[in-house]
């Protein structure tokens, strides 16, 4: 079975500081790996993905997340946060071949003040 | 573009009612997922389809839960005999079958 640790359940964090949020998961088989981010009343959105090839992985948004295979973590990272970053960040992860479903962590609040 | 929508968006309910809760997935979609999360907690998988095809229920909790998607559109999750403990956001999500799924703004759904 696999499952997803998000160390963190908040974050708080003053403007244009860098942050990172934590995740690692748990799998005896290769996994996808996703970043989720649901910002105040709205649904959830995908940040990134891994699915393979780099394991740096970049959003539009500034967003970053490295997958680690050795340490089994995809920590996501931005060097300078918005107060529009603000929201409910998940962390999750998908089984190749096994019908997409996803597995998320607990979700991190990140709190960006000004 | 027309994303995923869900209705009701809010359901209050007396214990022991039935509910219906309805997804209607992005056109073209294959794959619809449903999803249920707890307050302070992350969205938990329930069950999902190909197509018509139901394929995988196993986080259905119990049998007072079941999902159809007769046309392999539009999808209902229902709940027979709602109980308190049933209380959470329910997240519907649809894909093309690979590995993106998109979200639909949930229902929250309140059992007094």
């Known amino acids: 079975a696999q499952s997803v640790t998000q160390l963190d359940s908040q974050v708080p964090v003053f403007e244009e500081a860098p942050v990172e949020l934590r995740c690692n998961y748990s799998?005896?088989?290769?996994?996808?790996l996703f970043w989720y981010v649901q910002y105040p009343n709205q649904g959830l959105q995908l940040l990134l993905k891994y699915l393979s090839g780099s394991t740096l992985v970049e959003s539009i948004n500034g967003f970053e997340a490295e997958f680690n295979k050795s340490q089994t973590s995809f920590h996501l990272r931005k060097p300078s946060v918005h107060i529009s970053d603000t929201a409910e960040y998940f962390c999750a992860v998908s089984v190749f071949n096994q019908g997409g479903k996803l597995i998320f962590g607990q979700g991190t609040e990140l709190s960006v003040k000004p | 573009g027309a994303g995923v929508s869900q209705s009701p968006r809010y359901k209050v309910t007396k214990r022991g009612q039935d509910v219906a809760l309805r997804c209607d997935p992005i056109?073209?979609?294959?794959?619809l997922y449903w999803y249920r999360q707890a307050l302070g907690q992350g969205p938990e998988f329930l069950t999902y389809f190909n197509y018509e095809a139901q394929q995988d229920k196993s986080g259905l909790p119990n049998d007072r839960f079941s999902a159809e998607r007769p046309e392999g559109s539009i999808s209902t999750l229902t709940i027979q005999r709602t109980e308190q403990r049933d209380s959470a956001m329910y997240r519907c999500a649809s894909s093309w079958g690979g590995e993106t799924q998109y979200f639909g703004p949930g229902t929250r759904l309140l059992v007094l």
């Open positions: 799998s005896s088989v290769s996994v996808y």
């Open positions: 056109s073209g979609h294959v794959s």
